[in-house]
């Protein structure tokens, strides 16, 4: 598998349909921030230092025994384009402030599926991820482990016995780790519920952030939750934790559906058929604009008030119509008024295509 093969391609691992409770939860992360012992953190790196550290965490790739991992793709980021840059964070594969720079330092590794990503000099040297569909925390926590543990047999990790593994933000020493799920709830928000939910959350020592993580907006009833915690906890601690209360939202959640539907029924199929009749006939529409009316027609899909879009093509219009992408496809830059007349084309031709 090429990077350019990774760019093309619509569909990505964490798009698949497969996985538990993917009427709410649309994807699993975890995310292990390793660094290199002695070399300085990402931000101090000179060229020297910079050259060292990618060339040793390439040759761990190059050494690893499992053929899955040794066949990771490693792309440096001075070979990519800002485009091909932000078309991978729109694919949650790397984040918006790693994508940022075209350093030679910098660069991601990736398998064929797009499951396993390693953000290579973000904040920390390492940053090794799996994102799997639905709620499959262990899962991906497990498929991450087996990276970690490949690569540290090659690497001299900076890990201190008391502390745990040494990063560059002091709120992730300890394990390291970072797990994640991506929640749509509409339900609560149309309840008017999920202020208060997420103010009880965060009291359990989570976090909630946008589609794109940390400093983004949340826009299509999309909510990212994750621990904020990473030192005094194990890593099941953490994976548990997390299950537990993704448990409970689910619960919440279909609950509220259930009860809107009984309560306001016609209110619901209207609100979700205009936003539908919208998605398939608008000339123009905005980012923010699409994802919220994507939102309604995801809940009908769900609900079985739509019957003839399958969830995967909703997942796959997530991604396509983000601005990297719809000019990636273009062939051509484009300003923000040409964007949201292909990001109209494109919706309209994916909800007109025959589902299978």
């Not at 690497?155 to 709120?171: H, I, N, V």
Request: proline share 4%; aromatic share 6%; charged share 20%.
């Amino acid at each position: 598998m090429s990077i350019d093969d990774l760019l093309n391609r619509s569909f990505i691992k964490w798009m698949d349909t497969s996985g538990p409770d993917t009427d709410i939860v649309l994807s699993s992360r975890v995310r292990l921030a390793r660094n290199l012992s002695p070399i300085p953190f990402p931000y101090l790196l000179d060229e020297a230092r910079g050259v060292q550290c990618m060339q040793l965490i390439q040759d761990a790739f190059a050494k690893a025994e499992e053929p899955e991992i040794k066949a990771m793709q490693i792309a440096p980021f001075d070979q990519l384009s800002s485009l091909d840059r932000e078309i991978l964070v729109e694919k949650h594969l790397t984040s918006p402030n790693h994508a940022a720079s075209a350093s030679p330092f910098r660069g991601l590794a990736v398998n064929k599926e797009g499951s396993l990503a390693v953000m290579i000099n973000e904040e920390d040297h390492l940053r090794i991820q799996c994102l799997l569909p639905g709620l499959q925390l262990e899962q991906s926590y497990n498929l991450a482990g087996q990276v970690d543990d490949s690569l540290e047999k090659h690497l001299d990790y900076a890990f201190d016995e008391r502390r745990g593994y040494l990063t560059s933000c002091p709120t992730n020493v300890g394990t390291g780790m970072r797990a994640s799920v991506m929640l749509h709830l509409p339900a609560m928000v149309m309840a008017g519920q999920i202020s208060l939910i997420f103010q009880n959350i965060s009291q359990l020592g989570m976090t909630v952030r946008g589609l794109y993580g940390e400093g983004t907006e949340i826009i299509g009833n999309l909510y990212q939750l994750s621990n904020q915690v990473t030192m005094g906890l194990t890593e099941d601690d953490i994976i548990n934790n997390l299950s537990i209360i993704t448990k409970q939202m689910i619960e919440q959640e279909r609950l509220l559906r259930q009860k809107l539907y009984k309560e306001m029924q016609y209110q619901l199929e209207d609100k979700i058929g205009r936003s539908y009749g919208i998605l398939k006939h608008a000339c123009v529409l905005s980012s923010n604009e699409a994802l919220t009316l994507l939102s309604d027609v995801r809940l009908g899909v769900d609900m079985g008030i739509i019957k003839n879009i399958q969830p995967l093509t909703l997942n796959e219009l997530e991604v396509a119509i983000r601005p990297a992408h719809l000019q990636y496809q273009a062939g051509q830059e484009m300003d923000a008024l040409h964007r949201d007349v292909k990001r109209a084309q494109i919706i309209k031709g994916k909800l007109n295509q025959k589902q299978a």
